[in-house]
């Protein structure tokens, strides 16, 4: 019954143009509205077992919030549960609390966004508690072996009690208080016995202190309005991030895993941990760096503070330079309806879904891959992820798995971040770099940018349902998207008028993993260039989708223009490309032949087809990229790239006022592939794996 009532009030919400799956994380207070039926602070009011949460969410001045319009989860101690946890804290009565104490308590257990236990899947919510942290998700059994949520490893939602629903949200009594830690990463870490090895390194390199920076202060969201655009004939409003965070994710092989591989590599643990650890890092990065005067200057013990000393470059490959806020955001969203079953914007039949991302060890980066096509399966689980895998035709590289959590009695992530444990050693070694990197690197935009995968910008929202058209709409209750301030994305600079816009992720947009980066007006926009894994040639490659309402822009490598200015407009069956012939027959009928010669006949006009795998979706359909005219890859420019220089791409604006004020140019994935890939010219052959 409670389901079929969580059913109908959001039947009734979407008759009144309500829908309830909002990532507002302050809902505006003209949206509020009262309803004749009881409300979320009525809920807990009207019952004697919850006083104590009632008075906590009064002492937080958050009783009113609860009363009005919203769309609230609200995770609920009672009584008994409150006693348990004050009397760990040695208090008597909720009255001990202090003011500050009741609204972090409150802040806790609240997430403004509704959320049934059908909508929690492994790894985080997508919306962070009213205290901006996330709260984790795992599957367990109760004490009847009743299968039931456990959030943060901690507190089981009831079985008996769950899914209860109001006028405002969802209430999901629980057996325990829910608790953050409130140090810093580095800390979280220390406190974990179980990879105390890979801790004594992090200190002894210095790396330590690294990990301490949660969020920059000068950045101040007040001074930053809203801003309009129009795409295509879609009207959306973004807004400024409204903070800027630091944030770190490590990846740690525990003792045990770190033993065994010393073994294996014929290195002694001995007492000392971080002389054992320094000896394995100089036989894994030996024969990458050993040429390398800056490597073989700092290749001693006494020299493990150096960014360039094997240890320290050990350690620091184990950390992202962001916070990914679960172990289900190493990869693309996964979205399980109708016709869809898998990764937004991926058939996962076809593409193992993967992201790369920069590493704290300078200009490197890690790919993490989940599992999903079966004839590449090689030693995986299907729907594991792994990190620096490749198991194809040429290459069977298992990579090292990451394990979802740790054990309950150890805490997993911090205000700035969060570790995963992983089953083998993690290292920028010689197969890495030459063997799972030798490929094409794959990047969708939004991991380009740390900031907004530690912003939680990323893959935030509902991708089943669209933005509302009114620019008048500011609740944002199917997600955000984001306009960027000059100076808040590090290693990007904004010349002139120019936004940059970040767009959530939508399954009916023409975009990979559903969402894109749109630069507006009169943009000059540069990015540094993500590394790449050993010096050479590289092509690189935009993937976007042209429409009639882009504009035309000037591609410049290193301040060096680029060929000519790229038309955002033309589509692949234009007759400058190939006309109406682009669509006598798809890709999947066309022999291997037709397929290497298509390949090539664009490839000389410096075009490639839509990513093979890609897709987009209107609920009932799937269309992919490779079909489509719209959805194709333009060379940006084939340049010769040193590893240990950061390269720099420059975007112009060069449309005329005829093309409206907005001059749109998308920038969805971006590909750095090198010459051993894009550089086939045997008879018959092509790129494999488009």
């Not at 089943?464 to 998207?481: C, I, L, P, R």
């Not at 749109?518 to 926009?525: A, I, K, P, S, T």
């Not at 209107?618 to 719209?630: K, L, T």
Request: hydrophobic letters at 35%; charged letters at 25%; aromatic letters at 12%.
């Amino acid at each position: 019954m409670k389901r079929i009532k969580y059913f109908l009030l959001c039947a009734l919400c979407a008759m009144n143009g309500l829908l309830l799956t909002g990532c507002s994380d302050d809902p505006s207070a003209e949206n509020f509205y009262t309803f004749t039926g009881e409300m979320m602070s009525d809920y807990i009011n009207n019952r004697p077992e919850y006083s104590d949460f009632a008075y906590i969410v009064d002492q937080a001045d958050l009783t009113d919030l609860l009363s009005a319009y919203g769309h609230y989860t609200c995770f609920l101690p009672s009584n008994e549960v409150m006693a348990k946890f004050l009397q760990k804290k040695g208090l008597n009565t909720v009255e001990d609390l202090t003011k500050e104490q009741c609204d972090t308590i409150a802040r806790t257990h609240l997430v403004n966004n509704m959320y049934a236990t059908l909508d929690m899947n492994d790894g985080t919510l997508n919306t962070a508690n009213l205290n901006k942290r996330y709260i984790q998700i795992t599957h367990t059994v109760d004490d009847n072996l009743n299968s039931v949520v456990e959030l943060n490893r901690m507190s089981k939602i009831i079985f008996e009690l769950k899914d209860d629903s109001v006028e405002n949200g969802i209430v999901h009594p629980i057996d325990m208080v829910l608790e953050n830690s409130n140090s810093s990463i580095a800390d979280v870490i220390k406190d974990n016995d179980r990879i105390s090895m890979f801790y004594d390194c992090l200190v002894a390199t210095g790396l330590r202190d690294t990990l301490i920076k949660v969020k920059d202060e000068k950045y101040d969201a007040s001074q930053y309005g809203t801003y309009s655009y129009t795409s295509d004939f879609w009207h959306e409003i973004a807004v400024a991030p409204d903070e800027k965070k630091y944030g770190y994710t490590v990846f740690v092989e525990p003792d045990d895993v770190m033993k065994a591989k010393l073994s294996e590599y014929g290195v002694s643990a001995g007492a000392d941990n971080v002389r054992a650890i320094y000896d394995l890092a100089c036989k894994i990065y030996d024969p990458v760096f050993g040429n390398d005067t800056d490597y073989q200057a700092a290749h001693d013990f006494d020299k493990i503070t150096d960014r360039n000393n094997p240890l320290n470059m050990f350690v620091a490959y184990h950390i992202l330079t962001r916070d990914v806020i679960g172990w289900n955001k190493l990869t693309p969203i996964e979205i399980h309806s109708g016709i869809v079953d898998g990764a937004i914007g991926i058939k996962t039949d076809k593409m193992n879904p993967n992201d790369w991302y920069e590493t704290l060890m300078p200009r490197t980066m890690m790919k993490i891959e989940q599992a999903t096509v079966r004839s590449f399966l090689g030693n995986a689980e299907i729907g594991q992820r792994y990190v620096n895998r490749r198991v194809d035709e040429k290459y069977q590289i298992d990579g090292a798995k990451i394990l979802p959590t740790v054990e309950d009695k150890y805490i997993q992530d911090a205000p700035n971040g969060r570790y995963f444990y992983v089953d083998d050693i993690v290292a920028f070694s010689y197969d890495t770099q030459n063997k799972v990197m030798n490929d094409r690197i794959r990047m969708d935009f939004a991991t380009i940018f740390p900031e907004v995968m530690t912003m939680n910008m990323r893959l935030n929202g509902d991708p089943k349902k669209d933005d509302e058209s009114s620019k008048a709409d500011q609740t944002f209750k199917n997600g955000k998207n984001y306009w960027f301030p000059k100076g808040y994305l590090d290693n990007v600079t904004m010349r002139g008028n120019g936004t940059l816009v970040y767009r959530r992720p939508h399954w009916n947009f023409w975009s990979y993993e559903g969402d894109e980066f749109n630069l507006f007006g009169d943009y000059d926009f540069s990015f540094r260039l993500p590394p790449v894994p050993y010096e050479g040639d590289y092509q690189i490659r935009l993937g976007f989708c042209a429409l009639d309402t882009r504009g035309v822009a000037q591609i410049y490598f290193d301040g060096k223009p680029q060929g000519i200015p790229v038309d955002m407009r033309k589509r692949l069956d234009d007759e400058s490309v190939m006309g109406a012939t682009f669509g006598v027959s798809t890709w999947a009928n066309m022999t291997d032949e037709e397929k290497a010669e298509d390949q090539k006949m664009l490839k000389n006009l410096g075009y490639y087809r839509g990513a093979y795998g890609g897709y987009h979706s209107n609920g009932s359909v799937i269309n992919e990229f490779v079909d489509n005219p719209r959805t194709y890859r333009l060379v940006l420019c084939t340049v010769h790239i040193n590893p240990k220089t950061d390269h720099y791409i420059r975007i112009r604006c060069t449309s005329t006022s005829k093309l409206g004020n907005n001059n749109e140019f998308m920038m969805d994935y971006l590909e750095i592939v090198p010459k051993s890939v894009y550089g086939v010219n045997t008879a018959g052959s092509m790129e494999t794996d488009l």
